[in-house]
Nanobody, 127 residues
Framework: QVQLVESGGGLVQAGGSLRLSCAAS????????MGWFRQAPGKERESVAA????????NYTDSVKGRFTISRDNAKNTAYLQMNSLKPEDTAVYYC????????????????????WGQGTQVTVSS
């Protein structure tokens, strides 16, 4: 079992930056694909970014490409989402998730592939 705890959310003006962190428990974090997802009020949860176990493969949804960067530090059992040039439409609860299949080289964005989820952190971007 893996427990995930997100942090780093908050209120920021449009054009600003935030870095989200996802701290994971357990010894298997370094073998898992990690993903970030978000859910805006009244909308379905959507994929944001994913990173494979080694950090060598990443994937982004089109709306965040060039603005967001996903990374990980396996020594710290932590994944990150650096968000730059934030827009009001980025306002959402952001969730990190872990895919249980070990050493997968694919950074998958499909939510159904993820087995463990955090509780989420709120990001609000004001205009």
């Amino acid at each position: 079992q893996v427990q995930l705890v997100e942090s780093g959310g908050g209120l920021v003006q449009a054009g600003g930056s935030l870095r989200l962190s996802c701290a994971a428990s357990g010894r298997t974090f370094s073998t898992y694909t990690m993903g970030w997802f978000r859910q805006a009020p009244g909308k379905e949860r959507e994929s944001v970014a994913a990173i494979n176990w080694s950090g060598g493969s990443t994937n982004y949804t089109d709306s965040v490409k060039g603005r967001f960067t996903i990374s990980r530090d396996n020594a710290k059992n932590t994944a990150y989402l650096q968000m730059n040039s934030l827009k009001p439409e980025d306002t959402a609860v952001y969730y990190c998730a872990a895919r249980r299949i070990a050493y997968s080289n694919r950074a998958r964005l499909e939510q159904v592939d993820y087995d463990y989820w955090g509780q989420g952190t709120q990001v609000t971007v004001s205009s």
